[in-house]
């Protein structure tokens, strides 16, 4: 628990509280008030938790008015640029960059853990070849605590180990598998000697018939895809992972709920519902038309890919994101990608008017990550089990240290009650 030396007093009619200001290391200072309901009487009500600190953590802060985010105190952009997926899995597990003979462990520890049972290869010929991949993720990811018996007490931690560095291991070979199950391909096995990015775009990409060889630039692209999503905080699906496992909840269940909350277009979904929009947009003309309709308040229509709920600023990842679309562009030779022209030109517009500005709306990661993975050739329902991919060990790493926090307690929020006070039931007939 962060330091107080500070205290706030808060009146109710006749009472007095005391309630304690903790400082973080970064950040605002936090009121603590566990104790408010039990000396006051009363509860506090924050829908969205837009003020509210659900827990404490040392993986990774975000400054949403500067647009900063550090793992572990590391910007994300020097780890985009000089690190690499697997090393920023340890750094987000562990703390800290690991030496070279611990990341060489470490690498070797997740590539022997990507094969997935065999017989779940059964458990995915049940699903309809036309289910979302988000679908026979969350299914799939759920299922394993049927498989994986000997990783799912949470009590033991060298069976949390184990739970943490399957998980990671055996998401790229879940959702390639869900791929190649949509387009009626055979499962691809994993293969040890390629990297973690290089091994995913094989396993989705490779068919028997023929040799796949890897460009090394595309895994590059796809570990920096990964690198970006690997953890965000307490965001939705992190915090509702905690939430599960707050209950005693096994790992696997813990990781679906996260992947099913993921799902939604206002969070993970957003990458794939942000390229359908900038597809249906279509001719850059149009955009005026699309800006009309995301500021008109009876409209539903949001624009995907911008906006957020921390950041106040540019999303950094977003900056890299833009980055990388030009190179992977490039390097497969598109030198007009309509796509990203809409994109560019919709950002353009949407940061000199007035309703985002005042808003404080930029680009966030889903903006730009489409262009990139439909020019690697993945289909839109993919985005996002990629996205899924990449924050596993944000997810994992969130859980293990919600697991080891000695504050740890079952989630339960209250409520501001607006519902009918005590009455006599009424029988039928009297209704
Ligand atoms: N287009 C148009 N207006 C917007 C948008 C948008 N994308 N985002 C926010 N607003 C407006 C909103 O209508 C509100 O206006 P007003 O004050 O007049 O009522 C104001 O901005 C504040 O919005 P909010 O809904 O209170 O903000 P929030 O923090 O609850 O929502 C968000 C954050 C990300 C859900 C939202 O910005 C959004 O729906 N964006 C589009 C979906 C998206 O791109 N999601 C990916 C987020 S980043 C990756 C991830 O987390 O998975």
């Given at each position: 628990m962060a330091d107080s030396t500070k205290s706030a007093t808060l009146s109710i009619g006749d009472k007095t509280v005391e309630l304690p200001i903790h400082h973080p290391t970064a950040g605002p200072d936090v009121l603590d008030i566990r104790k408010l309901y039990s000396q006051a009487g009363v509860f506090t009500y924050d829908p969205g938790y837009t003020s509210t600190a659900s827990c404490d953590s040392t993986i990774t802060f975000i400054d949403g008015d500067k647009g900063e985010l550090l793992h572990r105190g590391y910007p994300i952009d020097q780890l985009a640029s000089k690190s690499h997926y697997l090393e920023v899995c340890y750094l987000l597990l562990y703390g800290e960059l690991p030496k070279a003979g611990e990341l060489e462990e470490f690498e070797n520890t997740i590539t022997r853990h990507t094969m997935i049972h065999e017989q779940m290869h059964n458990f995915f010929r049940g699903y309809r070849r036309d289910a979302h991949p988000m679908a026979v993720m969350v299914g799939t990811v759920g299922a394993m605590a049927a498989f994986y018996h000997d990783s799912t007490d949470i009590s033991d931690p060298h069976q949390r180990e184990i739970a943490s560095h399957r998980l990671i291991a055996k998401m790229p070979t879940i959702a390639a598998m869900a791929y190649k199950y949509s387009v009626g391909q055979p499962f691809?096995?994993?293969?040890?000697?390629?990297?973690?990015?290089?091994?995913?775009?094989?396993?989705?990409?490779?068919?028997?018939?023929?040799?796949?060889?890897?460009?090394?630039?595309?895994?590059?692209?796809?570990?920096?895809?990964?690198?970006?999503?690997?953890?965000?905080?307490?965001?939705?699906?992190?915090?509702?992972?905690?939430?599960?496992?707050?209950?005693?909840?096994?790992?696997?269940?813990?990781?679906?709920?996260?992947?099913?909350?993921?799902?939604?277009?206002?969070?993970?979904?957003?990458?794939?519902?942000?390229?359908?929009?900038?597809?249906?947009?279509?001719?850059?003309?149009?955009?005026?038309?699309?800006?009309?309709?995301?500021?008109?308040?009876?409209?539903?229509?949001?624009?995907?890919?911008?906006?957020?709920?921390?950041?106040?600023?540019?999303?950094?990842?977003?900056?890299?994101?833009?980055?990388?679309?030009?190179?992977?562009?490039?390097?497969?030779?598109?030198?007009?990608?309509?796509?990203?022209?809409?994109?560019?030109?919709?950002?353009?517009?949407?940061?000199?008017?007035?309703?985002?500005?005042?808003?404080?709306?930029?680009?966030?990661?889903?903006?730009?990550s489409g262009v990139i993975l439909e020019a690697m050739g993945f289909p839109l329902s993919m985005f996002t089990p990629i996205f899924a991919v990449g924050r596993t060990v944000g997810w994992v790493s969130q859980w293990k240290e919600m697991l080891n926090d000695p504050q740890n307690k079952i989630g339960r929020p209250r409520q501001l009650y607006l519902g009918e006070t005590a009455r006599d039931y009424v029988d039928i007939e009297n209704r």
């Open positions: 691809v096995y994993p293969r040890n000697d390629l990297s973690y990015a290089a091994n995913f775009l094989h396993m989705c990409f490779a068919v028997p018939a023929e040799e796949y060889v890897v460009n090394p630039i595309l895994a590059r692209a796809m570990d920096r895809i990964f690198t970006l999503h690997a953890d965000h905080e307490q965001n939705a699906s992190t915090s509702t992972v905690r939430l599960a496992s707050s209950s005693g909840a096994n790992p696997f269940a813990c990781i679906a709920a996260g992947i099913a909350c993921l799902w939604g277009p206002a969070h993970g979904g957003a990458n794939q519902a942000c390229l359908e929009m900038l597809k249906e947009i279509g001719d850059p003309e149009r955009i005026p038309e699309f800006l009309a309709r995301a500021k008109d308040k009876n409209d539903p229509f949001r624009l995907m890919g911008f906006g957020h709920r921390v950041y106040k600023n540019f999303d950094p990842r977003a900056k890299v994101m833009k980055q990388s679309a030009d190179e992977v562009l490039d390097l497969l030779g598109v030198e007009d990608n309509p796509v990203l022209a809409t994109a560019k030109e919709l950002e353009k517009q949407a940061l000199a008017d007035d309703y985002f500005v005042e808003r404080k709306l930029f680009p966030n990661v889903d903006f730009y």
